[in-house]
């Protein structure tokens, strides 16, 4: 009896650290000077689904570039706070069926000049179960990863960090547009793009002390998925390369795992890439409805405009075109017409099932 006891107590002990939680997180540093750096780590944990703590503390190794272990180091645990539920629709009140956290925590570490600079690593283990474009999401873990570069591509660098966390919540069939643009304190330049986030950890090992050392492995996606084409969309999920503007409209309900590359330049030499990765929860909107027309490239014939209208879940429109000479200015066709009787700068607005 005491030896089965003792199993299911072990047994619970186990699930427990491993289970399920991680769904995204990214890595910087900034320079304090005299070889000083401070590390800020960000994890996002889900709240309702996953069972594991956050590490306390979260242990980071350093390497060199050929991935020699330097030193571990433990960040305490600072306490985490919930992420709002935000959604890319203010049509839409997002559910509460899924809840995100987010810890931030921070060291100081001492890092004299060595060739070749280090890499900065954390790793967890593991993403949730229900993710649709991983092989095995649940055995699937987690690698944040940044790397120092050496002093002759940079003195002192402080890497980018992301501005904002993107939605939790997408609406199948609303498109997302999202500023994913990144800050440099030190005024790299920045480069954009979709990326294979890397895997990490295992269900054995779910914390590792000391991480393993580079180089790491890429998440397994599940075709036809990849890197640059992370979830079902049309059109496809992509972000601007220039101004980290992330567009696509999600076409399918589910959990997604997407990871953004933020490549740092400096005098046309990438010193630095902060790679993050987050998970989007897509889910049916039936009741939302959106009213909207494009941006207008070519404006009118003479006076004469022709409205295009891209609404969705709507069956009434009214078209207000904001001509001050006339209080007949309005229309309640889907596509209309309108003549102007002057140039000028116009107000126009559409009301969709007013």
């Known amino acids: 009896m005491w030896r089965f006891i003792l199993s299911c107590m072990l047994m619970l002990v186990s699930f427990q650290t491993w289970a399920t939680h991680i769904v995204g997180g990214e890595i910087y540093y900034d320079c304090l000077g005299s070889n000083n750096y401070r590390i800020t780590l960000k994890v996002y944990r889900d709240c309702i689904n996953g069972l594991a703590p956050y590490d306390n503390p979260a242990y980071i190794g350093i390497f060199n570039t050929s991935g020699v272990l330097l030193d571990s180091v433990g960040l305490p645990f600072p306490?985490?706070?919930?992420?709002?539920?935000?959604?890319?629709?203010?049509c839409y009140t997002p559910p509460t069926s899924v809840c995100v956290e987010e810890a931030i925590y921070q060291g100081v570490v001492n890092l004299p000049p060595i060739a070749g600079g280090y890499i900065l690593t954390y790793q967890r283990c593991c993403r949730n179960g229900t993710i649709l474009n991983l092989n095995n999401p649940g055995a699937v873990g987690s690698t944040y990863t940044i790397a120092i570069p050496p002093t002759n591509l940079a003195v002192c660098n402080s890497s980018?960090?992301?501005n904002n966390f993107p939605p939790i919540y997408l609406c199948e069939g609303?498109?997302?547009?999202?500023?994913?643009?990144?800050?440099?304190?030190?005024?790299?330049s920045l480069v954009y793009e979709l990326c294979d986030p890397y895997d990490g950890a295992s269900s054995a090992l779910p914390q590792p002390i000391p991480p393993a050392g580079p180089p790491y492995v890429f998440v397994p996606f599940a075709a036809p998925y990849s890197g640059v084409y992370p979830m079902s969309s049309n059109p496809a999920m992509s972000i601007d390369p220039v101004t980290g503007i992330l567009t696509g409209t999600p076409n399918l309900s589910g959990q997604w795992v997407v990871g953004v590359c933020c490549k740092e330049y400096r005098n046309g030499q990438l010193i630095c890439i902060n790679k993050r990765d987050f998970q989007f929860n897509v889910l049916p909107c039936p009741l939302l409805t959106v009213s909207s027309f494009p941006s207008q490239t070519v404006f009118c014939a003479g006076y004469t405009v022709q409205?295009?209208?891209?609404?969705?879940?709507?069956s009434n429109y009214v078209w207000y075109f904001g001509d001050p000479t006339t209080t007949a200015d309005s229309s309640n066709a889907f596509q209309p017409t309108w003549t102007y009787g002057d140039t000028g700068v116009f107000t126009v607005t559409l009301i969709c099932n007013p």
């Open 160 to 162: 980018a960090r992301y």
């Open 174 to 188: 609303a498109p997302l547009v999202f500023d994913h643009s990144a800050t440099d304190p030190d005024g790299d």
């Open 79 to 90: 306490g985490s706070a919930l992420v709002p539920p935000t959604i890319n629709s203010p």
């Open 307 to 314: 409205f295009l209208n891209t609404s969705f879940n709507a």
